[in-house]
């Protein structure tokens, strides 16, 4: 995975996850999770005589075979349906099924997001973390669906194990291509899950990549010195000083000229010359 380009990432993550959604999508909209039938051996000719079969799904259940022939019910998950049913323990696994039914309608709800998400992270590239997001949406929403499916599964396995075992009569069973959709969908979303995740580490990596250093933005001539960098930036210079004017210069030397000497230079005849000359 190392060698695929962040085109191939993108291009694989939305088939995964677009087949994940399909797939899930419509396993849960179907009723063929299970098949299942039921009978008698006949002692005779040893041949079997069907007394029902039916498949079911989440939200319905349909009979093939029996008095219940060709008719379709919605599983009640609050009060009983009105059918007749051959034994109690058939009875029994379609009420235990239903405590699986939460997981896959969740992960249906966690990939789509994800597959939002997902888009709106390739469309916009330079989000990165969007990619990270959805797979993070993608691998809960597989996760989901292995927990109901597996809950699915013990369902059925412990009321079958619960069955009484009797010579005259038979019971078969096999999951339908509705469960088969929906555990392929699972691998499906895990792809996708880890493809998001890698496509992610790979933006940010090229990110990080194409980044300038922070020491460029401050730029120094040593490590010793902190007024080193001070040349590079003009507007840190101290404001210069501004010479005195002519004018200013020339009141200082006559303030200076007519304040009291002192005593030591009053008898001096340098002096007393000079003196006579700014009077004159």
């Known amino acids: 995975m190392s060698s695929c380009s962040s085109r191939?990432?993108?291009?694989?993550?939305?088939?995964?996850?677009?087949?994940g959604l399909l797939l899930v999508g419509v396993a849960v909209s179907t009723d063929y999770w299970l098949l299942m039938e039921e009978g008698i051996v006949l002692q005779q000719n040893q041949s079997m005589e069907v007394k029902m079969a039916?498949?079911?799904?989440?939200?319905?259940v349909c009979f093939v075979a029996g008095t219940e022939n060709?008719?379709?019910v919605a599983s009640e998950y609050f009060t009983e349906p009105e059918i007749e049913i051959t034994t109690e323990n058939t009875a029994n696994i379609l009420k235990m099924?239903?405590?699986?039914?939460?997981?896959?309608?969740?992960?249906?709800l966690f990939v789509f997001t994800a597959f939002v998400i997902s888009n709106i992270g390739h469309i916009r590239p330079q989000r990165t973390i969007l990619a990270f997001v959805s797979g993070i949406f993608f691998i809960l929403s597989g996760l989901s669906l292995v927990v109901g499916l597996v809950l699915y599964i013990s369902s059925i396995n412990d009321e079958v194990m619960n069955r009484p075992r009797e010579p005259e009569q038979f019971f078969n069973y096999h999951y339908g291509w509705s469960f088969a959709f929906a555990a392929s969908s699972f691998l499906l979303k895990e792809g996708a899950g880890v493809m998001s995740v890698y496509l992610f580490m790979k933006r940010y990596a090229e990110e990080e990549?194409?980044?300038?250093?922070?020491?460029?933005?401050?730029?120094r001539l040593s490590e010793s010195s902190d007024y080193s960098g001070q040349f590079l930036h003009p507007e840190t210079w101290p404001p210069p000083k501004r010479g005195r004017s002519d004018s200013r210069a020339s009141s200082d030397i006559s303030i200076q000229i007519?304040?009291?000497?002192?005593?030591s230079t009053k008898n001096n005849p340098l002096f007393i010359h000079i003196l006579n000359n700014n009077l004159s």
Do not use: E, K
């Not at 191939?8 to 087949?19: E, R």
């Not at 039916?54 to 319905?60: A, D, E, K, Q, T």
């Not at 099924?97 to 249906?108: I, Q």
């Open 70 to 72: 060709g008719r379709c």
């Open 209 to 219: 990549m194409y980044r300038p250093h922070p020491a460029l933005y401050h730029p």
């Open 54 to 60: 039916l498949h079911s799904g989440l939200w319905r």
């Open 258 to 263: 007519n304040q009291t000497p002192p005593q």
């Open 97 to 108: 099924v239903r405590t699986a039914t939460p997981f896959p309608m969740v992960s249906l």
């Open 8 to 19: 191939a990432l993108t291009i694989l993550s939305t088939v995964f996850g677009a087949c």
